[in-house]
C-alpha cells in the first residue's frame, strides 16, 4: 500500500470512530490525540542516534527532548483528566 | 532486529492508537483506551530503540528522561482551569519536533551532496517544516493569550490579509526555488523563518470568543506535521498517527465552528472578541434596567424551586468556582431540588473545557447536559442559573440579524422562569455583543466573583 493510500485511509478511519466521541470528552480527546502526535518520538530517536553529521545529531536530540515531553506529559495529563470522570457513586 | 518485524510492530502500536482513540467514546472506557494507546506509544519507542544501531545511546536515553521528566512535571503540575494553555503548549512541542526531525533529515543530506540532494524525498521535508514551525510558533501565541501572559483581545495591523498572502507566496516560493536549483540550505532556513513568523501572524488577530477553534486546529495541524514526517521518514506508524491525529483537529475544529455558526475562513479572518473591560450600560436607551438581586433573595428563588439548571460559561474557570458550584448543587439537591447542568459546545476556552472543570469538582458527567438534549427543558425550569457565561445563551443570536452572533445555536436560558446571572460586572462577553437578555423582566443580576456569590448562596440556601 503506498503512504498515500495509509493517510487518507487513517483518516477516514480517524473521522468514522472520533465523530461519536461525546463533548464530555473532547478535552481529553484532544490531549490524548496529541500526545500521539508525539509519535514524531520515532523520527527524533532515529536521527539523535545518527552517528553521521553532528549537526543532525543535536538537532534530532532537540527533537527527542520536545517529542518525549509531548508524548509523557500528553498522556499523563490525559490520565488525570480521565480520572476525573470515573463513574461516581448515584445517590 | 529484521524490518519484517519492526515494521509488524509498528503496525501494532499504530492499532493500539486506533483502539486506543475508540475507547474514548465512553468515560467509562476512556481510561483504558488512554492506557492502551501509551502501550501503543512505548512499543513504538522501544522497538525503535532495538531496530537502530545504537552507537550512541547515551544521547536518546538522556534525551528521554529529561523530556519525560519535564513533561511528567507539567502534567502533575497543571490546574485543571490552566488546561487549554497546556494542551497548546504540547501542540507546540509536537510541531517543534516534527520540524526538527525533517531539518535532522535534510541537512546532514544536503552537507554531504554539496547541496545538490534532497530532492529524492520530494516535498515533504519542506511540508514538515512549514506545517511544524507554524504549529509551534502559533501555538506559542495561543499559549500566551490564554495563559493571560498577553491580550486576548484580538492583535490587528494594517494590511493584514496582503502581508498574510504575500508570505504564503514567499512560502511557496521558497519550496519552488529548492527544485528549480536554488541552494537548498539556504531555501530551507528561509522557509522555516518564514513559516514562524506566519504562525505568529494568524493566531495574533485570533479573539477569545473563537479561541476554541484555534486550539483545536493547532491540535489538527500537531498531527498533520507528525504525518509529513513519517512520508520523510517512510514510517507507517508515523503516516497513521498523524492521520488519525490530524482527523480529530479537523473534526474538532469543525464542530466548534458548527457550535458558533461560524466559517472557518472567518474565524481566520480574526477580529471577533476579546477580553474587554469595559462597563456595559446598565440601562437601554428605552429606558429598561436591569434588576441587581441579592445572595438571600436568590438563594430562597433556588431553594423554592422545583428544577434549576445551571449554566457554566468562562467566567467559573476564571473564578475557579467549580468546587462550590457542586456544593450548591449538593445543598439543593438534599432540600429535594432538580439540578442539571447545561453545556454549550464553544462555553469556556477549549472544547470540553468546562465538562473538565466539573468532573474535577466531582460532578457526576450523567448530570451533564449537551445543547441538544436540554434545550427543551427550559420550558419547564423555575430557575437557569448562569454562571460566568453570556454569549452562549445571548437570545440575539436567534433574531437580530445584524448582530455578529446571529445564527449560533443557543441555550435557551429565557424559556425558563426566571433567570440570575452571576456576573462580575456589566461588560460584554468575549463577542463583544450586549445582552438584551439582562434586561427582562424575568432576569435578575448577582455581581461579584462567581466563586465569592456562590458561596455566599450555600451559606443562605442552608440557612432558608
Not at chain 2, 503496525?11 to 493500539?16: C, Q, T
Not at chain 2, 508570505?167 to 537548498?184: P, R
Not at chain 2, 445555536?409 to 438584551?436: C, Q, T, W
Request: hydrophobic share 50%; proline share 5%.
Amino acid at each position: 500500500m503506498t503512504p498515500y493510500s495509509l493517510f487518507i485511509l487513517a483518516m477516514f478511519i480517524g473521522r468514522e470512530i472520533l465523530s461519536k466521541v461525546p463533548q464530555t470528552l473532547h478535552t481529553p480527546l484532544m490531549s490524548g490525540s496529541n500526545a500521539i502526535s508525539g509519535i514524531t518520538i520515532v523520527g527524533a530517536l532515529v536521527s539523535a542516534g545518527m552517528v553521521g553529521g553532528v549537526w543532525a545529531k543535536w538537532i534530532g536530540f532537540a527533537a527527542l527532548i520536545f517529542a518525549t515531553i509531548n508524548v509523557v506529559g500528553g498522556f499523563m495529563v490525559t490520565g488525570r483528566m480521565l480520572q476525573m470522570f470515573k463513574k461516581k457513586p448515584t445517590e | 532486529m529484521p524490518s519484517g518485524l519492526v515494521n509488524g510492530l509498528y503496525l501494532f502500536s499504530a492499532i493500539l492508537f486506533i483502539v486506543g482513540l475508540k475507547r474514548l467514546q465512553s468515560p467509562v472506557t476512556a481510561r483504558r483506551g488512554n492506557r492502551l494507546a501509551a502501550l501503543g506509544m512505548l512499543i513504538a519507542v522501544i522497538v525503535t530503540l532495538f531496530s537502530q544501531e545504537i552507537l550512541t545511546p547515551i544521547e536518546m536515553i538522556g534525551g528521554l528522561l529529561i523530556g519525560g521528566f519535564i513533561g511528567a512535571v507539567l502534567a502533575m503540575r497543571v490546574q485543571m482551569t490552566a488546561m487549554p494553555e497546556l494542551v497548546a503548549a504540547f501542540n507546540g512541542f509536537g510541531g517543534l519536533a516534527s520540524a526538527l526531525v525533517a531539518a535532522a533529515e535534510i541537512i546532514p543530506m544536503v552537507l554531504e551532496h554539496d547541496g545538490a540532494a534532497g530532492i529524492d524525498s520530494g516535498v515533504f521535508p519542506y511540508l514538515s517544516v512549514l506545517v511544524g514551525m507554524v504549529t509551534f510558533s502559533g501555538s506559542v501565541i495561543a499559549f500566551l493569550k490564554l495563559s493571560g501572559k498577553m491580550t486576548g483581545n484580538p492583535v490587528e495591523f494594517p494590511g493584514r490579509y496582503v502581508v498574510l498572502v504575500i508570505f504564503l507566496a514567499l512560502m511557496i516560493a521558497s519550496i519552488v526555488w529548492t527544485f528549480i536549483g536554488g541552494e537548498i540550505l539556504l531555501c530551507f532556513l528561509i522557509l522555516a523563518a518564514l513559516s514562524l513568523i506566519f504562525g505568529i501572524l494568524i493566531v495574533l488577530p485570533i479573539g477569545g470568543a473563537d479561541m476554541p477553534v484555534i486550539v483545536a486546529f493547532l491540535n489538527a495541524l500537531s498531527g498533520l506535521a507528525a504525518a509529513a514526517t513519517g512520508f520523510v521518514l517512510s514510517n507507517t506508524v508515523l503516516i497513521i498517527s498523524g492521520a488519525l491525529v490530524g482527523a480529530s483537529g479537523i473534526m474538532l475544529t469543525n464542530t466548534m465552528c458548527v457550535a458558533m455558526n461560524r466559517k472557518f475562513w472567518q474565524v481566520m479572518v480574526g477580529g471577533f472578541g476579546g477580553d474587554s473591560d469595559e462597563d456595559g450600560a446598565g440601562k437601554l436607551a428605552d429606558g429598561r434596567t436591569i434588576t441587581s438581586t441579592t445572595p438571600d433573595d436568590t438563594a430562597i428563588m433556588l431553594s423554592y424551586a422545583r428544577k434549576v439548571i445551571i449554566v457554566p460559561g468562562y467566567g467559573l474557570a476564571v473564578a475557579q468556582a467549580q468546587h462550590q458550584v457542586r456544593e450548591l448543587a449538593d445543598v439543593l439537591q438534599a432540600q429535594g431540588v432538580e439540578v442539571k447542568y447545561a453545556v454549550h459546545p464553544v462555553a469556556g476556552r477549549m472544547p470540553g473545557h468546562m465538562n473538565v472543570l466539573l468532573a474535577e469538582a466531582n460532578v457526576p458527567y450523567d448530570s451533564l447536559f449537551e445543547m441538544d438534549e436540554i434545550n427543551h427543558e427550559f420550558e419547564s425550569t423555575d430557575v437557569a442559573l448562569v454562571i460566568g457565561a453570556n454569549d452562549v445563551v445571548n437570545p440575539a443570536a436567534r433574531h437580530d440579524k445584524s448582530s455578529p452572533i446571529y445564527g449560533m445555536p443557543i441555550l435557551n436560558v429565557d424559556h425558563a422562569e426566571s433567570v440570575v446571572f452571576l456576573k462580575r460586572s456589566m461588560r460584554p462577553g468575549y463577542s463583544g455583543v450586549p445582552n438584551l437578555l439582562f434586561f427582562e423582566p424575568n432576569t435578575r443580576m448577582l455581581f461579584g466573583d462567581a466563586k465569592d456569590s456562590v458561596t455566599e448562596l450555600i451559606n443562605e440556601v442552608k440557612a432558608v
